[in-house]
């Protein structure tokens, strides 16, 4: 007899979603996704809220909030140009997670600069693809009006 | 100078949200409010879920996600009664969390006989008034449609 409910931890595991431009592509454009926190200058990151209007953070607490990340994306820059800094600090998201069933995904942001070339939408795919390759069925998006329509 | 814009880690915290009815008021119905993890039964936990609707989890899993859970707060009957083992678990809320910024409430669950008393809210009460004094000041609900018609 078929169980008449969904158990969630079962491994009903959804295909990862699609990578719409490759990593090859990015590189291409000077852009390199990173998912490891080391490396991340919190600094840096400030800087990148205080740009897309985020609020900036204490530094000792962003650094606590960072390790307690279940997963992170972030996109660095790997040419010198006039919109980078080489190893610029341009895009980031992160998602909070019991590491089972639900994630939250917080603080996405992409530098003004580099904004409307699927930056956003690229790292919510890595990240996305991630947490469902995690089993993590209910991944929630947390982002302000504002946001949503500038994405 | 003073910033234009609010620091988040900053010291502002709000005040804790107000406790609409005393712990000591509950006690009187039989119902005691915990904060531990240590005495749920997972087993249980799941009884309570399949009661209101939501799928059962994997216990082991189950078990991950609450050791992944920033805090939690769940309902035990102290009195035996017709609507009551002693110390069955009638209602259970966590809340996952990067224990600084911000926090997403899950699964708030109240076992059927014992809706409609002001348990759901005590709940979430008591489970915001931790987050709160733990400086956190971005939560969040979620909440499946017909859970937020049934509060």
């Not at 900036?56 to 010198?80: F, G, S, Y």
């Not at 939408?121 to 996305?128: G, P, Q, S």
Request: hydrophobic letters at 40%; glycine letters at 8%; charged letters at 25%.
């Amino acid at each position: 007899m078929a169980p008449s409910k969904i158990s969630w931890g079962a491994r009903l595991r959804p295909p990862p979603p699609p990578i719409s431009k490759s990593d090859h592509e990015f590189l291409q454009m000077g852009l390199e996704f990173m998912s490891s926190r080391d490396g991340i200058r919190v600094s840096e990151l400030n800087e990148l809220f205080d740009k897309v209007g985020f609020p900036r953070r204490d530094p000792e607490r962003l650094k606590v909030a960072l390790d307690n990340t279940h997963r992170l994306v972030w996109v660095r820059a790997t040419k010198q140009s006039r919109v980078a800094r080489l190893g610029q600090l341009l895009g980031f998201a992160r998602a909070t997670s019991d590491g089972v069933f639900t994630a939250t995904i917080w603080d996405v942001a992409v530098a003004p600069a580099w904004q409307r070339v699927g930056l956003g939408r690229a790292m919510m795919e890595r990240l996305t693809r991630g947490l469902v390759e995690d089993g993590i069925p209910n991944i929630t998006l947390y982002a302000e009006p504002q946001t949503i329509a500038s994405c």
